[in-house]
């Protein structure tokens, strides 16, 4: 089954209705007489494109939430892991899951850990996924483990797509500020040099300050280039040996913004660790995998010794409060819920309102960081415009004298 292949069907089933899908088999044969099993009569079997290509495409965001969700359920329902893969591969028409789907069937069928198997196939969401599945195996509840963690890959994607809709207008409106000065300089200004050498006179302060910085910026455009292109690969090669995120996360966790970063990594953090106490895993195995799930490098380096100093015998919420920049609502809500035998759903709800109140306050930043960039963009923009406006008319005055 490992060397098996996708193929993208069209068939009719026995209701008559025309259903479209992608199957595995090792060859088209195998194809053919597997859809005749499942009751579908084949009008059309071709190789599907990923598959033709040999090309491996990451499962989405949204397809893995509904892939585990469905998972959970199918496993709720009394589906044995194997037949639920197999019914979700064969009935999914994306090449990219009936592939993830495969993958993991030959790896559990081959005798793969679990976890492993799942991590390997979901490498977006790897180690959150991996964690879960783990914690699930020791609780033995795995479907609730599924479905947990399709809910914390929504709720994350969810939060994602806030931060871009939040943050895309004010970028589109400094780049295109940027965009407009740059033209300005580039075009706009070369053709005003000669006039100004003309008149014999120095042209006023504004529009000479413009000229300066335009003939600097045309003359030396290969230079400025080079330095950018460079830029450019220095972040590419920082991103790909891993400088560059650790860099970010220092920024982020050290930096002016280090409340609302660590509420959202922290508040992540609970959430996952909430889910797997809540599924019934033991706390050791919980802190080992939920720490492993923050994707954060400082963050996770800040939460390792928290396993240590909790199979020490210190209580959770003590050992969470002295975390640098652990929010201490969290840990406040921790201890009342080793007071009260609910730990789980504590640090989860804790969790949640911390990413909430995150939201809030980039909510709030960005409706005022907007309409900020636009006046001050604008105002700037609106300065150059009249000053060049006025140096050329004091150029004009200049020559007709």
Same mark, same amino acid.
């Given at each position: *089954?490992?060397?098996?292949?996708?193929?993208?069907?069209?068939?009719?089933?026995?209701?008559?209705?025309?259903?479209?899908?992608?199957?595995?088999?090792?060859?088209?044969?195998?194809?053919?007489?597997?859809?005749?099993?499942?009751?579908?009569?084949?009008?059309?079997?071709?190789?599907?494109?990923?598959?033709?290509?040999?090309?491996?495409?990451?499962?989405?965001? /949204?397809?893995?939430? *509904?892939?585990?969700?469905?998972?959970?359920?199918?496993?709720?329902? &009394?589906?044995? *892991?194997?037949?639920?893969?197999?019914?979700?591969?064969?009935?999914?028409?994306?090449?990219?899951?009936?592939?993830?789907?495969?993958?993991?069937?030959?790896?559990?069928?081959?005798?793969?850990?679990?976890?492993?198997?799942?991590?390997?196939?979901?490498?977006?969401?790897?180690?959150?996924?991996?964690?879960?599945?783990?914690?699930?195996?020791?609780?033995?509840?795995?479907?609730?483990?599924?479905?947990?963690?399709?809910?914390?890959?929504?709720?994350?994607?969810?939060?994602?797509?806030?931060?871009?809709?939040? $943050?895309?207008?004010?970028?589109?409106?400094?780049?295109?500020?940027?965009?407009?000065?740059?033209?300005? $300089?580039?075009?706009?200004?070369?053709?005003?040099?000669?006039?100004? !050498?003309?008149?014999?006179?120095?042209?006023?302060?504004?529009?000479?300050?413009?000229?300066?910085?335009?003939?600097?910026?045309?003359?030396?455009?290969? =230079?400025?280039?080079?330095?950018?292109?460079?830029?450019?690969? *220095?972040?590419?090669?920082?991103?790909?040996?891993? !400088?560059?995120?650790?860099?970010?996360?220092?920024?982020?966790?050290?930096?002016?913004?280090?409340?609302?970063?660590?509420?959202? #990594?922290?508040?992540?953090?609970?959430?996952?660790? &909430?889910?797997?106490?809540?599924?019934?895993?033991?706390?050791?195995?919980?802190?080992?995998?939920?720490?492993?799930?923050?994707?954060?490098?400082?963050?996770? !380096?800040?939460?390792?010794? #928290?396993?240590?100093?909790?199979?020490?015998? /210190?209580? $959770?919420?003590?050992?969470?409060?002295?975390?640098?920049?652990?929010?201490?609502?969290?840990?406040?809500?921790?201890?009342?819920?080793?007071?009260?035998?609910?730990?789980?759903?504590?640090?989860?709800?804790?969790?949640? =309102?911390?990413?909430?109140?995150?939201?809030?306050?980039?909510?709030?930043?960005?409706?005022? $960081?907007?309409?900020?960039?636009?006046?001050?963009?604008?105002?700037?923009?609106?300065?150059?415009?009249?000053?060049?406006?006025?140096?050329?008319?004091?150029?004009?005055?200049?020559?007709?004298?």
């Amino acid at each position: *089954m490992g060397d098996g292949k996708s193929y993208q069907y069209v068939a009719v089933d026995s209701a008559g209705r025309r259903v479209r899908g992608v199957t595995a088999a090792a060859d088209e044969a195998g194809a053919f007489e597997m859809l005749r099993r499942e009751g579908l009569s084949p009008l059309s079997l071709q190789l599907a494109r990923d598959a033709r290509v040999g090309a491996k495409r990451a499962v989405s965001d /949204q397809d893995t939430v *509904m892939l585990l969700s469905n998972l959970g359920s199918l496993l709720r329902a &009394g589906a044995d *892991m194997r037949t639920a893969l197999t019914v979700l591969g064969s009935r999914s028409s994306k090449p990219e899951v009936v592939s993830a789907c495969r993958g993991l069937l030959t790896e559990i069928s081959g005798g793969g850990a679990l976890d492993v198997a799942f991590s390997r196939h979901f490498e977006r969401h790897h180690a959150l996924v991996g964690a879960m599945v783990a914690a699930g195996e020791v609780s033995g509840d795995l479907a609730g483990a599924l479905s947990r963690a399709a809910d914390v890959l929504d709720a994350r994607a969810k939060l994602r797509g806030k931060l871009v809709a939040i $943050l895309t207008y004010p970028a589109f409106v400094l780049v295109s500020t940027v965009a407009a000065i740059l033209a300005l $300089l580039l075009f706009v200004l070369p053709t005003l040099a000669p006039l100004a !050498s003309a008149s014999g006179s120095s042209p006023p302060l504004v529009l000479g300050v413009l000229l300066w910085a335009s003939d600097q910026l045309t003359s030396r455009l290969m =230079m400025v280039t080079i330095f950018c292109a460079a830029v450019v690969v *220095m972040i590419g090669v920082s991103h790909l040996t891993g !400088s560059l995120r650790r860099t970010v996360d220092r920024f982020l966790l050290r930096g002016p913004v280090k409340r609302t970063a660590g509420a959202l #990594v922290y508040g992540g953090f609970a959430i996952a660790l &909430g889910g797997m106490l809540s599924a019934g895993a033991p706390m050791s195995e919980a802190l080992r995998l939920a720490t492993r799930s923050v994707g954060s490098l400082v963050g996770r !380096s800040r939460l390792e010794p #928290v396993l240590h100093a909790v199979r020490q015998g /210190q209580s $959770l919420s003590a050992t969470l409060e002295a975390v640098p920049g652990f929010p201490v609502s969290i840990s406040h809500l921790v201890a009342v819920g080793e007071a009260t035998g609910g730990v789980g759903q504590m640090l989860t709800r804790a969790g949640q =309102m911390e990413e909430e109140a995150a939201m809030h306050r980039i909510e709030a930043i960005g409706q005022i $960081l907007a309409p900020a960039l636009i006046v001050a963009l604008g105002g700037l923009v609106g300065l150059l415009m009249a000053g060049l406006l006025s140096g050329v008319s004091q150029l004009g005055e200049a020559a007709l004298q």
